[in-house]
């Protein structure tokens, strides 16, 4: 009995091909069903069409697919942190200069610092180059932003910006993140430290970048693992409705947010108890 293979064009039956029958009219259509795996329908005659051509355009009409708009924001973020990268570069470069008239860095916002340069040792084209920068940054996160809110609404109100961006850029975009159980997500970004963890019996990592939101990042360092699990838990469900393009509302991440700082408050006081308990034994 001959073999049955099935080619681009058609299915092969020892020596003889039957071709598909709209390949030529619906080249796409006969692709997609291919990568389906599902068979079209044969009976056609000899296509006629470019092989190269339609894989160029079965690849760009892929290409629109997926590059949907929490890859757009994803590719933002990414810029963004080239900025981070390049201003926090300038900064170490122009603090050194400015030390030499007696002007000091001290840590905080770098945009603060440098738009209160002043021309010196420095050029003022070059001051101005450096603000336009800050500029950029400040249009770039207000463009991300306003792209999170209508991605991701539900997981933006609330883990905020930078953990919003950070968890979507790491797990590669909204319906990954939306498929991934709460154990998962509290560690996306510590998979180093599980590694860690695992090979050489150092202590587990307790969050991964949902330190970025400011629910985790506020508490103390020993009160954040049980508040990143609850918060880890609300990330799952956020996700979800903003997969699916539902609106939990205010009231629902409200109780969320509640739900995380009852966690962390309960961390500290079970701490506290242990350590009363002790002094008093």
Request: proline share 3%; net charge positive.
């Amino acid at each position: 009995m001959s073999g049955r293979s099935v080619r681009w064009y058609g299915v092969r039956r020892g020596e003889a091909t039957e071709f598909f029958r709209d390949l030529d009219r619906d080249f796409i259509g006969v692709f997609d069903s291919l990568r389906s795996g599902s068979v079209p329908e044969t009976g056609g005659t000899r296509p006629g069409i470019d092989l190269r051509q339609a894989m160029i355009e079965y690849a760009k009409k892929r290409l629109r697919e997926e590059f949907t708009e929490d890859q757009v924001l994803i590719r933002g973020y990414l810029l963004k942190k080239e900025l981070d990268t390049a201003l926090n570069s300038l900064v170490s470069r122009v603090s050194y200069i400015e030390e030499a008239e007696g002007k000091e860095y001290s840590s905080g916002d770098i945009c603060s610092y440098l738009r209160a340069l002043r021309p010196g040792l420095i050029d003022e084209s070059v001051i101005s180059g450096i603000r336009s920068l800050c500029d950029a940054r400040e249009t770039l996160l207000s463009d991300l932003e306003g792209k999170a809110l209508k991605v991701a609404p539900n997981t933006l109100r609330l883990v905020g910006l930078e953990a919003t961006l950070e968890l979507l850029y790491r797990t590669g975009g909204l319906r990954r993140l939306a498929s991934l159980p709460a154990s998962r997500i509290q560690l996306v970004g510590a998979e180093r430290a599980l590694f860690r963890h695992l090979t050489s019996g150092l202590p587990p990592p307790k969050h991964g970048c949902i330190f970025k939101a400011p629910l985790i990042s506020s508490l103390r360092a020993e009160d954040r693992g049980r508040a990143a699990r609850v918060l880890a838990c609300k990330i799952a469900i956020a996700s979800r409705a903003d997969l699916l393009g539902r609106d939990l509302g205010e009231e629902a991440i409200a109780r969320f947010v509640a739900d995380v700082k009852r966690a962390g408050f309960k961390s500290s006081r079970v701490r506290s108890g242990r350590h009363a308990s002790r002094r008093v034994s």
